[in-house]
């Protein structure tokens, strides 16, 4: 089991620029989660998805974040543009869930995004 | 609706113990608990989904008390190894969905 991989894992960018980040869940997961951590508002959720659909997307910030999970294996984070307050490790998380089960999150190794 | 985690932050000597606590104000389906090391990723300890259920990972342990909205995660006889940033995430219905609060931090000393 190869775990949750992100990409990058390190991306520096100059404000007002695009930025994408990106996650593959772990196979068989039905629910894929968007975390940005910082200092001052540590593991905040930002959206997440089941079976491919968006459910909550309440904690995105503002309008220049978008999300996507085009498939089972892939989702994406957009920021465009970008500002330095966005700067922040952004983790992508899997698991699966049932009405019978718990089950963990499985945390990506994340990307630190730093926006000068 | 973020759980609130007290201390914010310990400092120990190896071999004591500390008790770090996660209170929500809404009634909880599960409470999970993960650590997390400088520059790593959280990491899996443990979940609780009964009330007043207690469970344990090696001298770690916790326990759920439903009523209270509460739990309390256990660190008995500490190591040097269970330093790092101690997470609760909060599931309020069983909807997959897990909010976590703001972590606290513990330094064990040799």
């Known amino acids: 089991d190869a775990g949750v991989i992100q990409s990058p894992r390190h991306e520096v960018t100059e404000m007002g620029q695009e930025v994408t980040l990106r996650c593959k869940p772990i196979s068989g997961h039905d629910y894929l989660f968007w975390y940005r951590q910082t200092m001052m508002r540590g593991l905040e959720l930002l959206i997440y998805f089941n079976n491919n659909v968006p459910i909550d997307d309440s904690g995105m910030p503002e309008d220049r974040f978008s999300a996507k999970m085009p498939n089972a294996s892939f989702s994406t984070l957009k920021i465009q543009p970008s500002e330095p307050r966005d700067s922040a490790v952004y983790f992508c998380a899997s698991r699966r869930q049932g009405l019978t089960y718990n089950s963990p999150l499985h945390f990506g190794n994340g990307t630190r995004l730093t926006v000068t | 609706q973020q759980p609130v985690q007290s201390p914010q932050a310990v400092i120990l000597r190896e071999g004591e113990d500390a008790v770090i606590n996660c209170s929500s104000s809404?009634?909880?389906?599960?409470v999970h608990w993960y650590r997390q090391k400088h520059g790593e990723a959280p990491v899996f300890l443990m979940i609780l989904l009964k009330g007043g259920e207690q469970k344990g990972h090696e001298k770690i342990s916790a326990s759920f008390n439903e009523k209270k909205q509460q739990s309390s995660l256990y660190l008995t006889a500490s190591q040097l190894s269970y330093s790092g940033t101690y997470f609760c995430?909060?599931?309020?219905?069983?909807?997959?969905?897990?909010?976590f609060g703001q972590g606290t931090t513990l330094q064990v000393k040799p």
């Open positions: 809404k009634a909880l389906y599960s």
């Open positions: 995430g909060t599931e309020i219905v069983n909807t997959g969905k897990l909010i």
